[in-house]
T-cell receptor, first 112, second 111 residues
Framework: DSGVTQTPKHLITATGQRVTLRCSPR?????VYWYQQSLDQGLQFLIQ???????AKGNILERFSAQQFPDLHSELNLSSLELGDSALYFC???????????FGEGSWLTVV | KNEVEQSPQNLTAQEGEFITINCSYS?????LHWLQQHPGGGIVSLFM???GKKKHGRLIATINIQEKHSSLHITASHPRDSAVYIC?????????????FGEGTQLTVNP
């Protein structure tokens, strides 16, 4: 158990819909990263938050947004979903003392 | 050309064999990570390296910063080692430590 919790584990939704993926980092970790793993593009960095503020942005679509709340949990919002958004979405957290990154189990999103 | 290249893409071994997976990168890094992803999807961090060599059980990871190359070795491989092994690097950018990933190596160890 990495200590990073993601919900839901599986989600099936229709095109055009909006979903929210939730992540609770390891206790005390201030950094949260979101990654997308799709069959055709592999693992890609989406966005990072540090202590509530956006720190870095990767290949995140404009239809996607994220935030980190005062209790340090984070949400990734995916809207106007397309078939190509079907993927495994990972959240990871990192402590301030080291560089080891801990991954959640991922949220499987299927858009039909 | 990807910033992180792994080889081989697929590897099949017999139980007990010594296995090597290679990773080359083309950017400056602060650290290199070896990750393991099992069929269920979860990702586990095996090693984080910035220099030299690390060992954990039957796993050994090495890095050569000058040559921008790392290797992951598995000694006395076992069917439970079957998984995808992913090399990832943390960049030198000051904002965060996002990971850039290789495409992964699918390892199958047969009994």
């Amino acid at each position: 158990d990495s200590g990073v919790t993601q919900t839901p584990k599986h989600l099936i939704t229709a095109t055009g819909q909006r979903v929210t993926l939730r992540c609770s980092p390891r206790s005390g970790d201030l950094s949260v990263y979101w990654y997308q793993q799709s069959l055709d593009q592999g693992l890609q960095f989406l966005i990072q938050y540090y202590n509530g503020e956006e720190r870095a942005k990767g290949n995140i679509l404009e239809r996607f947004s994220a935030q980190q709340f005062p209790d340090l949990h984070s949400e990734l919002n995916l809207s106007s979903l397309e078939l190509g958004d079907s993927a495994l979405y990972f959240c990871a957290s990192r402590g301030t003392g080291g560089n080891t990154i801990y991954f959640g189990e991922g949220s499987w999103l299927t858009v039909v | 050309k990807n910033e992180v290249e792994q080889s081989p893409q697929n590897l099949t071994a017999q139980e007990g064999e010594f296995i090597t997976i290679n990773c080359s990168y083309s950017v400056g890094i602060s650290a290199l990570h070896w990750l393991q992803q099992h069929p269920g999807g979860g990702i586990v961090s095996l090693f984080m390296l910035s220099s030299g060599k690390k060992k954990h059980g039957r796993l050994i990871a090495t890095i050569n910063i000058q040559e921008k190359h790392s290797s992951l070795h598995i000694t006395a491989s076992h069917p439970r080692d079957s998984a995808v092994y992913i090399c990832a690097v943390s960049g030198q950018e000051t904002s965060g430590s996002r990971l850039t990933f290789g495409e992964g190596t699918q390892l199958t160890v047969n009994p």
